[in-house]
């Protein structure tokens, strides 16, 4: 008769079988079966260990018989700050990181070869949009409004794409009394504003009050992505000279992975 024998190598052994060997075959599937180490399915359970460099089993994830770590995070490590998280791919590829260089090139005219196109609601002569985006140098350097503007003016840009600004730099015109000396001009209230068509606007930040000199200053605007922004001036002060701009940059969040 022809016996196949679990735990054998799969042929056909024709013979009669003795206690001894029958004996021995439940012994060695006794023995495997009381380890430590279940397989059901895909899953395997229980504690493992891999050449005692890294253990399987309980709570919590050991290597090296020092660092442990779960679903939650990792601790252990040989010079630890602080507890770090467990990322995922997605946390990862979804997260944005801050820029620290100006979005913005060099523009030498309005419209730019690059897709930038920047505009204002007038320009004196000589005082073109672009110029916050020039570094020019010299007294081209500012956007300046025409005569008797002081309510409801703005200088805007389009992005070749839709940016996620967390920030931008402004600074103001250098503007000197008759005596000589420097005075700070003043924005008494604007607004920081993005649109995807350059029509419909939504107003993200309101700054009143504001004090624009001829320092660049840093001012953080809530971060959503838009192709426009723009700085819409509710009111501003024109008693030494017309409203004016030397310098605008954006800095952008970027994301860490794109798809």
């Not at 599937?29 to 009381?34: E, F, R």
């Not at 110029?131 to 020019?136: E, G, I, M, T």
Request: proline fraction near 2%; hydrophobic fraction near 30%.
């Amino acid at each position: 008769m022809s016996v196949n024998i679990f735990g054998s190598s799969g042929k056909n052994v024709s013979s009669g079988l003795n206690k001894d060997y029958v004996d021995q075959k439940f012994k060695t599937l006794s023995t495997n079966l009381a380890t430590k180490v279940d397989k059901s399915g895909n899953t395997i359970s229980g504690s493992l260990s891999i050449l005692n460099v890294c253990q399987l089993g309980g709570g919590n994830v050991k290597f090296y018989n020092d660092i442990d770590m779960n679903d939650k995070c990792i601790t252990g490590l040989r010079n630890p700050s602080a507890k770090q998280d467990a990322a995922t791919k997605q946390y990862v590829d979804t997260r944005w990181i801050k820029s620290n260089v100006g979005y913005v090139p060099n523009l030498t005219s309005n419209e730019n070869k690059n897709g930038f196109i920047v505009s204002a609601s007038s320009e004196y002569f000589g005082g073109e949009a672009y110029h916050v985006f020039s570094d020019s140098g010299d007294y081209k350097g500012d956007w300046t409004t025409v005569d008797s503007v002081s309510t409801n003016f703005w200088i805007q840009i389009k992005c070749p794409e839709k940016v996620k600004v967390y920030k931008i730099k402004l600074c103001g015109l250098l503007v000197w009394d008759s005596s000589g000396i420097k005075k700070d001009k003043i924005l008494s209230n604007w607004k920081w504003q993005g649109s995807n068509d350059g029509s419909n606007w939504t107003t993200l930040n309101d700054y009143n009050d504001t004090v624009m000199g001829n320092e660049i200053v840093e001012v953080i605007v809530t971060a959503v992505s838009y192709s426009y922004y723009r700085i819409f001036v509710t009111k501003a002060e024109t008693t030494r000279a017309n409203p004016s701009l030397s310098y605008w940059q954006l800095y952008t969040l970027q994301q860490v992975f794109k798809n």
